[in-house]
């Protein structure tokens, strides 16, 4: 069973970079077909698809959010890493690493349903932007 466990700083305080650290297990974030996502949830706006990168190393951003985010893989320690760069209380939010199996040429994690279409996700961590 592949499973996935978040971490990083509880606290941010604005214009700093959150930098969160997806940890897997049971199977190595470079087999074939698995996508790796970051989403987040916040009361007002429910989930919201941050990026992913995948087994191929190829990156996925949300367009609200590209210009500010940075996806990237740690092979040897079998993780990837999400920085969210110049954070303000809006990014206020639990923050999931989640994957997905998908073999289609060409699959798209952004176009899929974030509330029912992951195959796993982690437990969350909460992240608050605060000075």
């Known amino acids: 069973q592949v499973l996935s466990q978040e971490s990083g700083p509880g606290s941010v305080r604005p214009s700093q970079t959150l930098s969160l650290t997806c940890s897997v297990s049971?199977?190595?974030?470079?087999?074939?077909?698995?996508?790796w996502s970051w989403i987040r949830q916040t009361p007002g706006k429910g989930l919201e698809y941050v990026g992913a990168?995948?087994?191929?190393?190829?990156?996925y951003y949300s367009p609200a959010l590209e210009s500010r985010t940075s996806i990237f893989r740690d092979t040897s320690k079998n993780q990837f890493t999400l920085q969210l760069l110049s954070v303000t209380p809006e990014d206020t939010a639990v923050y999931y690493c989640a994957w997905v199996y998908n073999p289609d040429i060409g699959f798209d994690p952004r176009k899929i349903d974030v509330s029912t279409d992951f195959d796993s996700w982690g437990q969350g961590t909460q992240v608050t932007v605060s000075s």
């Open positions: 990168v995948d087994y191929a190393d190829n990156t």
């Open positions: 049971g199977g190595y974030i470079t087999r074939t077909y698995y996508y």
